[in-house]
């Protein structure tokens, strides 16, 4: 990411009047969104480093025995999609197919890689989906990709990625904290066991990044399913990538949400909070009235 050029954006003739720096910073941000609001949420600490043959990418989409054959198989796809391999075009179906997949993983990499070709309008119709998945991962990654398709639709969940998320149980029981407050959590993170009346606990895991912020019930508490549990702060890859997507389709009456990031609150980036004040200008200008 050296170089707007090196996005793939055109090269422009040199000029001996150099533009504002401020003009300059949002002119390249600007051509960063647009090139490059792709999600990448997904399993970023799996590597799938081992070139697969065509023939090998063909059997792990459909080895339902191995789910992580299925991932590599799909971030192969998605590196030849970016490239402009339009051989892969033959494993679409197969790509739209596992939306209805068991393993949350695998639909994350789906939502993602189905994001890499915003020229197919099965894929566009698979993530309208998928924007409602179970999964908070699969629907943040569904609802990114569709912003490359120039579709709106996912921008509650978008706007979800940069507030606080709560937790619920999914069993009655009796509530045990696994974790202190300010503690950093990651997707799989155990966050609380439960005495459900078994020999085994049951375990209730993060679905996503963050920080516990919040109890919102006490140790022992006896809960019942749907219950709230604990409160996460926003993950700030997350709100990384919600914040550049609402470059692109953010409104008016989103500026309450982003607005107080740029001007300083909670415990955020440098760069997240530049990132917001760009948000905010481009959302001005859009929703300027028209002279």
């Known amino acids: 990411m050296s170089s707007i050029n090196g ?44 070139r697969l043959t065509d023939q090998e990418v063909g059997q792990h989409l459909v080895n339902e025995k191995k789910p992580r054959e299925i991932q590599h198989a799909l971030s192969q796809i998605a590196d030849r999609m970016a490239r402009g391999d339009r051989t892969v075009t033959a494993w679409y179906p197969q790509i739209i197919n596992l939306v209805n997949h068991r393993v949350p993983e695998v639909r994350v990499n789906a939502a993602w890689t ?43 969940e978008i706007l979800a990625m940069i507030r606080p998320y709560k937790v619920r149980t999914t069993v009655d029981g009796v509530l045990s904290y696994r974790l202190e407050l300010g503690d950093a959590v990651n997707p799989g993170t155990l966050l609380v066991r439960l005495d459900v009346g078994r020999e085994e606990p049951f375990e209730l895991r993060s679905p996503l990044p963050g920080d516990f912020e919040r109890k919102l019930a006490p140790e022992g508490a006896q809960l019942k399913a749907g219950d709230e549990v604990l409160e996460l702060s926003p993950g700030q890859d997350h709100v990384w990538e919600a914040l550049r997507a609402l470059y692109l389709i953010g409104e008016v009456e989103d500026l309450p949400e982003i607005g107080p990031i740029a001007n300083g609150a909670g415990d955020f980036s440098d760069r997240i909070r530049e990132q917001a004040r760009l948000t905010v200008e481009a959302i001005r200008k859009r929703g300027a009235p028209t002279p």
Do not use: Y
């Open 114 to 156: 189905m994001g890499q070709d915003n020229s197919s309008p099965d894929f566009h119709a698979a993530l309208l989906r998928l924007v409602s998945d179970e999964d908070p991962m699969v629907r943040r990654n569904a609802a990114l990709s569709l912003v490359r398709f120039g579709d709106p639709s996912g921008k509650p």
């Open 7 to 50: 996005l793939g954006g055109p090269e422009t003739a040199p000029s001996t009047r150099r533009p504002p720096r401020r003009q300059v910073t949002i002119l390249a941000a600007v051509t960063v969104v647009m090139f490059i609001v792709v999600p990448f949420l997904f399993w970023r600490g799996t590597w799938f480093g081992r």
